[in-house]
Structure formats: C-alpha cells, structure tokens
C-alpha cells in the first residue's frame, strides 16, 4: 500500500477529522505510485498514522475513509452502512424496510441513506426507495468498490432489499479510466423502475432511477415541501424550476387554490402531470383546462416569471439549478441568484410569500442571504425573513466538514 507522507504541520486537519488531503499538504509518497481510487496510507511528517482513504487526482488528493488506521478493518462497508441505516432509523425515517409501501398520512418509503462525509463516506450517495437503493460514485474510489458496497447493502437490510442500482455514470470522475456504465449490482428493478412510485409524508410520487436527474427525486427538500404545505391553504402559487412537481403536490394538498408548475424540461412536466393525477388532482397544459387546480408550462422558468402579471401569484417557491458548481463561476452565480429573486420579489402579491433556494456548494449560507438583500433593495418593497431553511436529517452535515451543507433557503414575506 501506498504511503502518502505530509509536510510537517499539516496534519492539524485530520486530527481534526477533516476528511480531505490537498495535493498541496503532500511532501511524498512512499511505494508504488497509486492508481486513482487505491486506498492509501496517509502519515504525518513525523510518521504519525492519520488514516486511509481512496486516492484520486487533483486539488483534493484523498478522501479519509477511517481515521487512526493504515487499512480498512474487516467487515468496513457493512459496519458504516449500518450505522448509516441505523441513524435514518432513529430518525423515524426507516422501520420495517420489509412493508415498505404502507399508506398513510405521515407514511414516507424514501430517504437518504448516505450522505457522502456527513456519513463518513466521502464520495458515496444511496438513496433509498422503497426496497430499492440507488447508489451514486462521485470518486474513482467508491466506484471501484460498488460491489462490496452492493453486497454489504445487502447484508444490512436483508430480504427487504430488492435491487441496487449503480448510477455513477454521470457523477464518478471520467479521466480516470474507468468503464462507466449505470446498471444493476444486485437484483433488477427495470420493471420498477418504469413504473414505482414513493411515499413522501404520505403524498405519492413516480420515481424513474434510471432514466431521472440525480438518483431519480430531489429527497433534499422533504421537509421544505412539506412547509410549503402549510402555507398553501387558499392560495394562487407559482412553482419555478418544478421538476417532478414536488412541491406542486404539497402545495395542492394544502389547500392551494391553483397551482403553475414551470420547468423547461418536457421529461419533467410529463412527470408533474403524472404525479397531479397521481395524488387525485386535475392538470392541464398552459392556459387551457381552466376547471383544472394544476397548470403545466413548458418553458424557460425566467422567462414565464418575467412575463408573469404582477401580483398573480400569492406563493413562489424558486428552486433553481445550481447556478455554480465550482467557485470559479460564483461571481457570476450571485448574479443570477440576484437577479431572479428581484423578479420574484418585484411580482409576488402583497403579502405573498416566496421560498427561495441555492443548492449550489460554492455559493455558503451568507453569500446567498446577502444576494436575496440585494434583490429586495432592488425592488424597494419591504422583505421580512420568516424561516432559513436547509436540508433535512438524512442529509447530514459533519461538524468537521460544514462543507457539507449545500442546501441554502429563505421563507420571505412581502409586503
């Protein structure tokens, strides 16, 4: 195994359980030059073992797997899987994985169940639908050992576990060299797949993992559609960038007078319409159907908002793409954050209400509340903050990597 030695006093991270090695705390490497994705040693200048971890090329050089240890014990894939089941278990949000599909008011069959280095897996995503995980490699490392992953999956939920489904293609590193090709580890849930859907605080939602953005739903925003819910009843609401229509459904069974669903993808709206019928609402296209409580728009979401009558919406929730993936492109992400929250703010009704979000990484908690500032001011009209909102429980943050927290809202009234 390789050793990977850092310059002296660059240790301080890891002792402090910071889970990333930079290429610049590097002095040497010891052994044979690793492939991206071996596990590595990594030490202290002095020969402190700090760790292991998969190795990968560019700014961020390992990803620490076990702290204080040269290897991988035993049983290593089994044991932070389990521990990874058992905390979305204390959390209420998985039981008897083995009557997954239960109905009920509250019944929810999806959830995160890793969450990268919130999990102590840096690199790894598994979502978790009904009976069904969906497992996304964003290093070399974790693709590399998707079949242990698979198998150790299988062991922590038994019987109850039908498919593992592979969806690295998009998100593992492509220079690497690996053979990246989205399949299935164990089972095959083709069948599901084309027709499942979830419970989500007992709304029901068709998922496609194979053919869907992501791992095939946005579980992030849970508990953030389920507030918006809450503040639908009577409402005309406005949901930009819908995707699958998630906050749609919440809105409608809310008690929302009507609701407009915009996303430019015409995947996504097909999927909004199914997913309004789903829940036992009428949907219609555009300004058609007007005995309809849901409306589909096909579209640009800034352009439908621009064009939108002033004051026709009492509730928007804004919930773009991420408008910076990296932070060479932040400066330019603010803009765009600025830019569409003054549009929102500008045509919301008097004493509407807007959810806004960022899940851009780059963009950290104070610059996006300080984005929102600017388009308030831009508007002139007076702006109250009700709630900073977040991801949920099963999308944990280390406290030694705040990193983590992508996720960034604000609920905003508008006088």
């Known amino acids: 195994m390789t050793r990977v030695v850092l310059k002296k006093g660059r240790e301080e991270s890891l002792l402090r359980f910071h889970p990333w090695v930079f290429s610049g705390a590097i002095a040497r490497l010891e052994g044979d030059d690793p492939a991206e994705g071996d596990v590595v040693e990594v030490v202290s200048a002095s020969g402190q073992a700090l760790g292991c971890g998969h190795w990968q090329i560019g700014s961020i050089a390992v990803r620490i797997l076990c702290f204080g240890a040269s290897v991988l014990p035993d049983g290593f894939w089994e044991m932070r899987l389990g521990a990874a089941l058992a905390e979305r278990r204390a959390l209420g949000l998985a039981g008897d994985e083995a009557s997954a599909g239960a109905s009920g008011a509250g019944a929810t069959d999806c959830y995160r169940l890793v969450h990268g280095e919130g999990d102590s897996l840096p690199g790894l995503v598994i979502d978790y639908y009904g009976g069904v995980c969906v497992m996304q490699a964003h290093s070399a490392g974790m693709f590399l050992a998707r079949s242990e992953i698979a198998a150790a999956l299988q062991a922590v939920y038994g019987p109850a576990l039908k498919a593992v489904y592979d969806k690295s293609s998009g998100t593992a590193p492509f220079k690497a060299g690996l053979n990246l090709c989205d399949g299935y580890l164990f089972g095959d849930g083709s069948a599901l797949a084309r027709d499942a859907f979830v419970l989500e605080n007992g709304h029901r939602f068709h998922v496609n993992w194979e053919e869907g953005q992501k791992t095939g739903f946005f579980l992030d925003q849970r508990e953030n559609r389920r507030l ?25 069974a809310g008690g929302a007078l009507s609701v407009d669903s915009v996303d430019s993808s015409a995947r996504a709206m097909e999927m909004t319409d199914r997913n309004v019928v789903l829940n036992g609402f009428t949907t219609a296209h555009g300004g058609t159907g007007e005995a309809a409580v849901h409306h589909s728009y096909c579209c640009d979401a800034l352009d439908f908002l621009h064009d939108a009558p002033q004051g026709a919406y009492d509730l928007m929730i804004v919930d773009p793409p991420a408008f910076a993936k990296h932070r060479g492109a932040l400066h330019n992400a603010l803009r765009a954050y600025q830019r569409l929250n003054a549009d929102a703010i500008s045509k919301v009704a008097p004493g509407g209400i807007i959810f806004t979000f960022s899940c851009s990484q780059a963009v950290d908690r104070q610059a996006f509340s300080l984005a929102v500032f600017s388009a308030a001011a831009q508007t002139g009209r007076n702006v109250r903050i009700l709630a900073r909102l977040s991801q949920p429980a099963d999308h944990p943050v280390s406290i030694y990597h705040p990193e983590g927290e992508y996720l960034k809202g604000l609920m905003l009234y508008v006088e």
Do not use: E, P, R
């Not at 949901?239 to 906050?247: A, D, H, K, Q, R």
């Open 228 to 252: 918006v819910g809450l503040h639908s009843a009577g409402k005309l609401v406005l949901n930009l960038f819908c995707y699958t229509g998630g906050f749609s459904i919440y809105a409608l």
